[in-house]
């Protein structure tokens, strides 16, 4: 049992200390939903056709409609070709209108939107076309960069803390968040996203910690949950933003610049008092509960603190994953739950515009269910436990993805709705995977260990917007991929152990899966009995053996 999880009893689970640390963590959650769906509302498609301005010369005398008849080719409907043009000749007005123009090429010169909306980064940069796929590739390289920063800002979490690597990536989202606003092309603006989805890593796996190591067992899928309504709430925010600012440029600093707002944090956010004793800085870590103590009103008796003494612990890097066989089970399982789950989760979240309904309508239901979806996750858990809710909501959310692909496209509204509820399940399977992680590894690795599994559901970011390329063969092939997956993974995360009610363990020589329940803890200390150290050193030796 973690000295450290005894005090944490002794000075509150969730007191007015933790709920002021889940407040600080809740404050910088919408910008991340923000940076991971805004540029969906960014590229929404306009009407466009090929600039043919070499035409202007000959035909002086035309209106707009006439000039257009005479340089682009029509479709069987009767609208004009959107990436096609004539080939320009040379040859005057009559002979043009006499023989006309046969040959057809792409567009030479770029486009032309007739709809004189504010610029979007569709207009901007040219997204159409042969450039069309360009905005997958860009959010897939956002992705990309949340897959780098998840390894970098694990492996530097568990070095140099929770609270520094916060603190940087919170101020790396916000300067090169309002930086993209004014790049002068897209692939300086796809380099600055890879460094804002970095960014966003490190805030996600930082404050995931804090939000665990804090708190007592019953507390954490609460505390975690909630902390995760931010991301929630910024989805809803951004379809809001999105409606009134159709302006590119204007609505990416509206979305970015508010994490500034949060430099008050270098004074208020703590480090994590377990990350401190797991390092041997028993001096701060003991200073540090004494503050929590205080701000929950509550004691710290003086033989409790005497005993959080410095143990001698194996050095712990991402090998370990690998070499103690527990950790490795766990660390190819989780990472395969968090990789199916970010596949179909985002899969339908980056396809919002393509179900034939209104894209801010269906942004702002998107991002409401998911409050209701998390929310009872707080109570599955703890009623299921952490392995059946997280098998139940995979394989269920999977089943309904599969059940879009049956359902005809001119039902636009039965298809939203079963996207909704596939989001709904998907986005509640997240938030057990969160908890469930911090669980499953032990402190001096957790970091590493959360951030390998992110590493798998970044890397599944990343092919989720390719996949949406294949809808060119057929419309039902991406969903289909995302849904089987998401089966797959329910039936693979049943071999994982359950956590439920269980302290978190600290040290790679802790079982992971025999963890001590946390109730014997509380009896311990509600009881007034303080154990010796001669008493916890023999309690650990009879878990671990």
């Known amino acids: 049992m973690s000295d450290v999880g005894e ?46 301005s070499w035409f202007n010369a000959i035909g002086l005398n035309l209106t707009k409609e006439e000039r257009l008849n005479l340089t682009l080719p029509k479709r069987s409907d009767g609208t004009f070709e959107e990436c096609l043009m004539y080939t320009p000749v040379d040859q005057d007005l009559d002979a043009i209108i006499k023989y006309g123009l046969n040959s057809t090429e792409k567009c030479q010169d770029g486009w032309v939107y007739p709809s004189k909306q504010e610029p979007s980064l569709l207009t901007q940069f040219d997204l159409v076309c042969d450039r069309h796929d360009l905005h997958d590739i860009s959010q897939s390289i956002y992705m990309l960069g949340l897959l780098t920063g998840a390894l970098a800002s694990g492996l530097l979490s568990d070095r140099f803390g929770r609270r520094p690597i916060t603190l940087l990536s919170l101020l790396i989202e916000g300067t090169f968040g309002v930086a993209a606003a004014f790049v002068p092309n897209f692939y300086l603006y796809s380099a600055f996203r890879f460094l804002v989805g970095a960014a966003v890593s490190g805030i996600a796996i930082s404050t995931l910690a804090l939000a665990t190591e804090w708190v007592g067992p019953d507390y954490r899928p609460q505390t975690v949950i909630v902390s995760h309504l931010g991301f929630v709430v910024g989805q809803m925010v951004l379809a809001g933003l999105a409606y009134a600012i159709r302006d590119w440029r204007m609505l990416q600093v509206a979305g970015s610049a508010p994490v500034f707002g ?31 103590a205080s701000v929950n009103k509550r004691t710290i008796p003086p033989k409790l603190l005497q005993q959080l003494k410095p143990e001698k612990t194996k050095s712990a890097s991402i090998l370990e994953l690998l070499r103690n066989p527990h950790l490795g089970k766990v660390t190819f399982l989780m990472s395969s739950v968090w990789f199916v789950n970010s596949l179909a989760y985002y899969g339908l979240s980056l396809n919002v515009g393509s179900f034939g309904f209104n894209i801010y309508l269906t942004q702002v239901i998107f991002g409401a269910v998911e409050i209701p979806a998390r929310l009872s996750c707080v109570f599955l858990m703890q009623w299921l436990g952490r392995k059946k809710c997280q098998t139940f909501a995979l394989f269920l959310g999977g089943t309904i993805c599969l059940l879009i692909t049956v359902i005809p496209k001119d039902l636009p509204v039965l298809v939203t709705v079963f996207a909704i509820s596939g989001k709904f399940i998907l986005s509640g399977s997240f938030s057990t995977s969160y908890v469930y992680s911090a669980e499953l590894f032990p402190t001096v690795v957790r970091q590493t260990g959360v951030g390998v599994c992110q590493m798998a559901a970044r890397l599944a970011g990343i092919i989720s917007p390719l996949i949406g390329l294949l809808d060119k063969y057929h419309p039902s092939i991406p969903v289909v991929i995302f849904g ?25 020589d802790d079982n992971a899966g025999n963890q001590r329940p946390s109730k014997t803890i509380r009896g311990s200390l509600e009881s007034g009995y303080l154990k010796s150290n001669e008493d916890i050193t023999e309690q650990r030796m009879t878990t671990r053996f």
Not at 277 to 283: V, Y
Not at 489 to 499: A, N, R
Request: hydrophobic share 45%.
């Open 7 to 52: 005090i944490i009893k002794t000075l509150g689970d969730f007191g007015r200390f933790q709920c002021w640390l889940l407040l600080l963590l809740t404050l910088a959650s919408p910008s991340i939903g923000f940076h991971m769906f805004g540029q969906l509302f960014m590229v929404i498609e306009q009407p466009h056709y090929c600039n043919t």
């Open 262 to 292: 949060l430099f008050f944090y270098l004074w208020v956010l703590p480090e994590s008092a377990r990350w401190l004793a797991a390092k041997g800085k028993m001096e701060e870590a003991k200073k540090l509960l004494q503050k929590a």
């Open 484 to 508: 089987s997956t998401a089966v797959v993974g329910g039936i693979l995360s049943s071999f994982l152990p359950e956590t439920c009610g269980k302290e978190l363990s600290d040290h790679l």
